[in-house]
């Protein structure tokens, strides 16, 4: 597919504030990073940015997160987003095709907030337990019985399981 580019520059000598405490810093120094964006219309759409690092007084050097995308992600918090409402509808495999990206990033942007969103469950009442991870045979099993253990679940209030046949 054809490719958009587009570049986002910090403004050379400006202040910002320090990802601590908010304290105005001068620039330390910046590193190039790349975002992949939702497509625009065929193409493929990437955001480039010079991610700079400040110099606290109090806090030393920090990097300054972007706002559009989580910290460690070389996508774009709208395309993850667009990615996990594929996934609800179709299988990984299916929604990976239609991304255009490998099944395996995809897995890890769907583990990355299904973590986030079962961490705080206690399952030793009976709640919804969502819980996804990828592979066949035993191993998935293994998982979701550490998962089970980690969160005071017990195996004898599963109801129910739904399974991605692909």
């Known amino acids: 597919p054809h490719e958009l580019h587009l570049e ?5 000598g400006a202040k910002y504030p320090c990802p601590v405490c908010g304290q105005a810093c001068s620039a330390h120094d910046f590193q ?3 975002w992949r964006h939702w497509n625009f219309f065929q193409h493929h759409c990437y955001i480039h940015a010079s991610v700079l690092r400040v110099k606290c007084q109090e806090h030393g050097v920090k ?3 972007v706002p559009w995308a989580r910290k460690g992600s070389a996508f774009r918090l709208l395309f993850e987003q667009a990615a996990l409402a594929l ?4 299988s990984v495999n299916a929604a990976a095709r239609f991304i255009e990206i490998t099944d395996k990033r995809l897995w890890r942007i769907v ?3 299904v973590g986030k969103a079962v961490s705080p469950f206690n399952l ?19 998982q979701f019985s550490a998962f089970l253990d980690a ?4 195996p ?3 109801r129910e399981a739904v399974f991605d046949m692909s």
């Open 151 to 154: 969160h005071e679940g017990d």
């Open 111 to 113: 583990e990355h907030y």
């Open 124 to 142: 030793s009442d009976i709640e919804p337990v969502v819980f996804a991870t990828p592979g066949k045979g035993k191993q998935p099993l293994k």
């Open 156 to 158: 004898a209030n599963i």
């Open 87 to 90: 996934v609800r509808e179709m």
């Open 32 to 34: 190039e990073k790349t």
């Open 63 to 65: 990097r300054v997160e």
């Open 8 to 12: 986002v520059k910090a403004e050379r």
